[in-house]
């Protein structure tokens, strides 16, 4: 009976001590994420690089299903749906009508959005206090507009702003009325053109070329795959285009671009993934905002300021990330400042 009990004793312990250990083919097991692209442009391929390449410095195994909508809402729907019945651990949206699907169909799982200028008006967070129980957190590409504008103004003292949106996606419906306020606070007639889909971008540019004497981009993702087809129009008229987004600028004739550097929006990105996989909820972390000024990249084009007889001060030039001169990128130097006078 006494070696029985002893038996039973060891028995005891064995199993207490394998209880204690962690299930190694669980803890290895890796973490299935679903990514939702809008679709396939410099930006959000940045973005979408940025996310994988700062999870693969966690310790975190992770396999990833990249998704493109082709620019679709259907298609962002289905690519919503597959990740739901697929099970995914968490799934990433990608601009705005990715991230609106995502968040619409999986309720059970964390959501994250990457690069939304307005969460609030996307319906994706209901307020920023973080006060309310949601699956649903990600980061914001909000640029200081007004600030961007102004300085815009003061380089090219425009009459007439022209402006390019896509009138079914949110943020550029946001992005529009916030830069018609300013023009108008700064005695500027305001010219936009909506657009539904990239094919009709161009077409839009061509229409209001006439009206205008500086063109303006902001954070669009439609506008933007197509800012080529913007610089085209914009360079044969003489008229001077700011584009906001310096992912795509490189290689179109852009006067001025301040925006974000995407692939930095994708490793934030990656951080909140990184966080909710660690254990931090999504309505701990919310809509996160970008507020270093390091944080956003000035550049200018010198070659496309002489074609137009612009002068770009001094300080400016000064303070800028990039500038293109000779069709190359070169370093700030003093003589940078003696552009043509208008």
């Known amino acids: 009976m006494k070696k029985i009990a002893i038996i039973l004793a060891l028995l005891l312990a064995l199993t207490s001590q394998l209880a204690a250990q962690p299930n190694t083919e669980t803890k290895n097991k890796p973490y299935a994420i679903g990514i939702s692209k809008m679709m396939s442009h410099p930006a959000l391929d940045a973005i979408e690089q940025g996310i994988i390449d700062h999870l693969g410095t966690t310790e975190h195994q992770i396999s990833f299903d990249l998704q493109n909508c082709n620019a679709e809402i259907s298609t962002a729907i289905a690519i919503a749906q597959k990740f739901k019945s697929d ?90 009325q916030l830069a018609k306020e300013i023009c108008q606070d700064n005695g500027i007639t305001f010219i936009a053109a909506a657009v539904s889909n990239s094919a009709e971008v161009k077409m839009a540019a061509q229409s209001i070329i006439g009206r205008i004497d500086a063109m303006y981009v902001a954070i669009d993702n439609t506008v933007v795959s197509a800012i080529p087809s913007v610089s085209e129009v914009c360079a044969k008229a003489g008229i001077p285009l700011f584009n906001t987004d310096t992912t795509s600028s490189e290689n179109i004739d852009f006067l001025m671009s301040w925006g974000f550097d995407y692939y930095t929006v994708g490793v934030e990105t990656g951080k909140v993934v990184e966080r909710i996989l660690n254990g931090e909820k999504p309505k701990d972390i919310g809509a996160v905002f970008f507020e ?40 700030f130097s003093s003589d940078l400042c003696t552009t043509v006078n208008p």
């Open 87 to 176: 099970k995914k651990d968490l799934v990433i949206g990608i601009a705005t009508p990715p991230a609106q699907a995502l968040a619409q169909v999986i309720t059970d799982k964390p959501v994250v959005f990457g690069a939304i200028t307005d969460p609030l008006a996307a319906g994706l967070v209901t307020n920023y206090e973080k006060t309310e129980e949601t699956n649903i957190a990600g980061i914001s590409d909000l640029n200081p507009l007004r600030l961007q504008l102004e300085t815009y103004f003061r380089i090219v003292q425009p009459k007439r702003l022209g402006m390019i949106y896509t009138s079914s996606e949110a943020n550029g419906v946001a992005q529009m």
């Open 292 to 331: 270093d000024p390091s944080q956003f990249e000035l550049w200018f084009n010198l070659d496309v300021a002489k074609k137009l007889g612009i002068t770009i001060p001094s300080d400016l030039l000064a303070s800028a990330r990039v500038i293109i001169q000779n069709g190359q990128k070169v370093p």
